[in-house]
């Protein structure tokens, strides 16, 4: 699976470089289960099957590394990172809390300015080829609806708790399920924004951060 240049079989875009491309290998690797929770990454072994040299893999691992997919240790090398179910149970409590608080204030203020952004992303989400932008694009949708409750320490700290549960958001919609619900469910919570329907968007919303975790969980105990 060799590598030229920026190009690559895989047919991810030219543009990106080769350690981005690599990056992304490795990822879907962990994510479908090839590369499983505490496999050491044969650093030499993987560069020649890519047909990389070592720097882009080095770049591209510590790039897994600041996502949480790898750890990495002077003496051990690269390590999938394992998955942990107290981990997301805890960061999902915070997320209701924080999240339906955000809805409840947001909502009274929200522009029509605001409804077409989120029009915008559902629009995106339901690309075929959504799966390398999915965290990027479920962080901006509930930015977005939660940008006029006018919190942006909070919305800051959410940003923070968002990026460490990305990496568990893209395990559950590696599977169809998990990505059919996610969206019906966004579809649903933007219909309720475009009704200003305070109530019923904060129910829906407890709901869906509920389920999500309920999906994780269950996977992460199924690998």
């Given at each position: 699976m060799a590598m030229?240049?920026?190009a690559m079989d895989s047919g991810l875009p030219v543009k990106r470089t080769i350690a981005d491309?690599?990056?992304?290998?490795?990822r879907q690797r962990i994510l479908t289960g090839q590369l499983k929770g505490g496999q050491p990454i044969r650093q030499e072994h993987l560069a020649t099957e890519l047909g990389v040299s070592r720097i882009p893999l080095r770049e591209a691992l510590k790039q897994l590394?600041?996502?949480?997919f790898v750890t990495i240790a002077s003496h051990k090398g690269a390590v999938v990172?394992?998955?942990s179910v107290e981990e997301v149970e805890e960061l999902f409590d915070l997320r209701l809390r924080l999240e339906t608080w955000l809805m409840e204030l947001a909502m009274p203020a929200m522009s029509d300015a605001q409804i077409a952004e989120l029009e915008a992303n559902l629009e995106e989400q339901r690309r075929p080829d959504v799966l390398p932008r999915w965290g990027?694009?479920?962080w901006q949708l509930h930015e977005t609806m939660y940008q006029p409750a006018d919190r942006p320490i909070t919305l800051k700290l959410l940003k923070n708790i968002h990026d460490k549960i990305d990496r568990y958001l893209r395990l559950e919609i590696t599977m169809r399920q998990g990505r059919d619900r996610g969206?019906?469910?966004h579809e649903a919570l933007v219909d309720c924004c475009r009704r200003r329907d305070t109530k019923a968007a904060v129910?829906?919303?407890?709901r869906h951060i509920r389920e999500?975790?309920?999906g994780l969980i269950a996977a992460l105990r199924g690998r």
């Amino acid at each position: 699976m060799a590598m030229k240049g920026e190009a690559m079989d895989s047919g991810l875009p030219v543009k990106r470089t080769i350690a981005d491309q690599v990056a992304e290998l490795v990822r879907q690797r962990i994510l479908t289960g090839q590369l499983k929770g505490g496999q050491p990454i044969r650093q030499e072994h993987l560069a020649t099957e890519l047909g990389v040299s070592r720097i882009p893999l080095r770049e591209a691992l510590k790039q897994l590394a600041a996502e949480g997919f790898v750890t990495i240790a002077s003496h051990k090398g690269a390590v999938v990172a394992e998955l942990s179910v107290e981990e997301v149970e805890e960061l999902f409590d915070l997320r209701l809390r924080l999240e339906t608080w955000l809805m409840e204030l947001a909502m009274p203020a929200m522009s029509d300015a605001q409804i077409a952004e989120l029009e915008a992303n559902l629009e995106e989400q339901r690309r075929p080829d959504v799966l390398p932008r999915w965290g990027e694009l479920n962080w901006q949708l509930h930015e977005t609806m939660y940008q006029p409750a006018d919190r942006p320490i909070t919305l800051k700290l959410l940003k923070n708790i968002h990026d460490k549960i990305d990496r568990y958001l893209r395990l559950e919609i590696t599977m169809r399920q998990g990505r059919d619900r996610g969206l019906a469910e966004h579809e649903a919570l933007v219909d309720c924004c475009r009704r200003r329907d305070t109530k019923a968007a904060v129910a829906l919303l407890d709901r869906h951060i509920r389920e999500t975790a309920r999906g994780l969980i269950a996977a992460l105990r199924g690998r």
